[in-house]
Nanobody, 122 residues
Framework: VQLQASGGGLVQAGDSLRLSCVVS????????MAWFRQAPGKEREFLTT????????YYIDSVKGRFTVSRDNAKSTMYLQMNNLKPEDTAVYYC????????????????WGKGTQVTVSS
């Protein structure tokens, strides 16, 4: 399984971005996926997760109402729509798949993409 995140860039505070994460797999069915981010000098932070069919989503409080996760299994792609971006959202954003912990929401995943940089200027 390979994951490729894209869509990052340099934007101004208040702008929007949409990240994409394409999943490439030879066998298997869709699984729960998630977005994380890591800002310079900080630990990786879990942001949101979406169930295998998109029917269930979860957000951490700091992005709730601004970020929206979705997926299109026909395209093997997960999205993260980010609105009203703030300088503190600056980070490398990673997508992940295949939850490894029991229960919801899971913060542990088996497969990871390489990340895409999001920079928000004030």
């Amino acid at each position: 399984v390979q994951l490729q995140a894209s869509g990052g860039g340099l934007v101004q505070a208040g702008d929007s971005l949409r990240l994409s994460c394409v999943v490439s797999r030879s066998v298997g069915s869709p699984k729960a996926m998630a977005w994380f981010r890591q800002a310079p000098g900080k630990e990786r932070e879990f942001l949101t997760t979406i169930s295998w069919n998109g029917g269930r989503v979860y957000y951490i409080d700091s992005v709730k109402g601004r970020f929206t996760v979705s997926r299109d299994n026909a395209k093997s792609t997960m999205y993260l729509q980010m609105n009203n971006l703030k300088p503190e959202d600056t980070a490398v954003y990673y997508c992940a798949e295949d939850a490894q912990s029991i229960g919801w929401p899971s913060r542990e995943y088996r497969y990871w993409g390489k990340g895409t940089q999001v920079t928000v200027s004030s």
